[in-house]
C-alpha cells in the first residue's frame, strides 16, 4: 500500500513519538507500505527551523534527506498538477502545505497518515 504522511506524522515517526494512533504506526510500519513524505512537507520543516518554531538535530539541509534515507521513505515531488489542484481545493484547511499534501494524496491515490481533521474535510482517505 501506498502511503502518504503528514509533515506531523513524519516528525513523530522520526522521533518514535507516542503520539502515533495504532493505526498510523500499523500501516507506517508494515514492510508492505510504500512510504511518501511530500517536499512540501521538507520545505514546511525547513521554515519552521529556520524560524525557530522547530528544533532539528541537526541543520535542515542534511536532517531531512538523512531522514528520509535512514527510515526508507521517497520523497514525494510537487508537480504543476498537485499545485493546480492545491489552489483550486475548497478552502477547509488555510494551511498551504496541508493543502498541498490534500492534493498529493488526492492525485497519486494515496491514503494520508494524518490527525488532523481538516485534512478529513477533503475527498481523500486518512489513516488515524
Do not use: C
Request: glycine share 4%; charged share 20%; no cysteine.
Amino acid at each position: 500500500m501506498n502511503v502518504l504522511l503528514d509533515t506531523q506524522a513524519f516528525l513523530w515517526w522520526a522521533v518514535n513519538s507516542d503520539r502515533l494512533t495504532p493505526a498510523a504506526t500499523s500501516v507506517i510500519a508494515d514492510p508492505a507500505s510504500k512510504v511518501h513524505v511530500s517536499v512540501a512537507s521538507a520545505w514546511e520543516i525547513a521554515i519552521k527551523s529556520t524560524t525557530g518554531r522547530l528544533e532539528l538535530a541537526a541543520p535542515v539541509e542534511t536532517y531531512v534527506p538523512e531522514l528520509l534515507e535512514k527510515l526508507g521513505f521517497d520523497a514525494l515531488a510537487v508537480d504543476v498538477a498537485h499545485a493546480l489542484r492545491a489552489g483550486s481545493l475548497p478552502r477547509h484547511h488555510s494551511d498551504p502545505f496541508d493543502r498541498m499534501i490534500v492534493a498529493q494524496g488526492q492525485l497519486e491515490d494515496m491514503p494520508i497518515v494524518t490527525g488532523d481533521p481538516l485534512i478529513g474535510l477533503y475527498d481523500v482517505e486518512t489513516i488515524w
